[in-house]
């Protein structure tokens, strides 16, 4: 999986229960690493006397990472965010900018592989150099986004993405395995063991074998490893390649059908798997509020005719619905199907 995701293949790994804890996995192992380097043995001491660790991200994160921020006792107030161009990519200067404000402190820098709304990425190819010249962990959010390094038309998009220090991801997103499947995976071993290790009189531990207590944060789990083996070897390289393509080619007809409706909005077309949609209201003269409601109205009727399901999202302050396409099943039929129920929840 890591050959796939094009990730070292030395790097620590972990099945955990999804990308949530993934994050606190990957943040365990960079809060170590970078109070080692300033003598401090956080597994020991905790964080008394530890100086603060710095949490530069784009605006445009997923809350996840901010709860394995709290989780770590890293503090959600320490998360500075950072501006994001027009395709949602935190901008390089901002990123410079910050770092150099506080050049010595402990950072760790929190990069998005597919952004939940819009699919978008930061460009790992400029960002991760400037973190790296500045001595900061940077971490890696590719719940979903991450997978798009299997297919050869997607994966300019996570260009320089295996030069980070950690990254989280899922299975039980695009590679359809059943929920409780995310994967943390950290480049330093060392600092994932001595993060998470432990342990106790009445379990055996062998010097050899791999100890999955070394790496989990879970004491007892179940198999995780048995559906994604079971998944990767029967889609092999080119099934996972086609499964991501498929999905993204149906996202987007699914917003350029829908799109092309009258009375439909398009606000993001797919980059990836996920694309914005909005439905105005046609009323007279409505406001910001009205389009919001309107919006919401609609994607009402659609979810509830039963055909189609689709949420609803905030994305840079206005309701969109949001589209996203992730599951093996979908057909190029469904994507029809789907676009006729919106048709008629408009009609
Ligand atoms: C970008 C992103 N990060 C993190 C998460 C959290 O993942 P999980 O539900 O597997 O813990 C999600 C879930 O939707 C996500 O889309």
Redesign the pocket.
């Known amino acids: 999986m890591k050959d796939l995701l094009g990730l070292p293949s030395s790097a620590g790994f972990a099945l955990v229960t ?3 804890m993934a994050h606190a996995t990957c943040l365990a192992a960079a809060r170590h690493s970078l109070l080692a380097k300033r003598g401090l043995d956080v597994e020991r001491q905790g964080l008394f006397g530890a100086p603060r660790i710095r949490l530069l991200s784009s605006s445009q994160r ?1 809350g ?1 990472f901010e709860r394995a921020v709290r989780l770590l006792g890293l503090g959600r107030n320490q998360i500075q965010d950072l501006p994001v161009d027009e395709q949602d990519s935190l901008i390089p200067e901002a990123l410079e900018q910050a770092l150099e404000a506080d050049p010595q402190a402990p950072a760790i820098v929190f990069l998005q592989a ?1 952004d ?1 709304n819009t699919g978008a990425y930061d460009n790992f190819q400029t960002l991760i150099p400037i973190a790296k010249r500045f001595g900061a962990w940077v971490h890696v ?1 590719g ?2 986004g991450l997978w798009a390094a299997a297919s050869p038309r997607y994966k300019h998009f996570v260009e320089g993405v295996g030069a980070a220090d950690s990254w989280a991801t ?1 299975g ?1 997103k695009w590679l359809n395995v059943p929920f409780d499947c ?1 994967y943390a995976i950290i480049a330093d071993s060392r600092a994932h063991k001595a993060a998470i290790s432990h342990r106790a009189v009445y379990l055996k531990h062998d010097a050899e074998a791999r100890d999955q207590i070394d790496w989990n944060p879970e004491w007892s789990r179940r198999a995780r490893g048995f559906p994604t083996y079971a998944a990767l070897r029967q889609l092999g390289r080119t099934g996972v390649a086609a499964f991501v393509e498929r999905c993204c080619e149906f996202a987007r007809a699914l917003v350029l059908g829908i799109g092309s409706l009258p009375g439909v909005q398009v606000v993001r077309e797919p980059g990836i798997n996920q694309g914005l949609l909005r439905f105005p209201d046609p009323g007279p003269a409505p406001s910001a509020a009205d389009h919001d409601a309107y919006t919401e109205a609609v994607i009402g009727r659609i979810v509830a005719g039963g055909e189609a399901f689709f949420g609803p999202t905030t994305w840079r302050g206005i309701r969109c619905m949001r589209v996203s396409v992730c599951n093996w099943q979908t057909s190029r039929q469904d994507v029809q199907r789907a676009i006729e129920a919106v048709k008629s929840a408009l009609g």
């Open positions: 999804g990308c949530q997923h996840a597919g939940i959010d719940a979903f899922d039980h995310g």
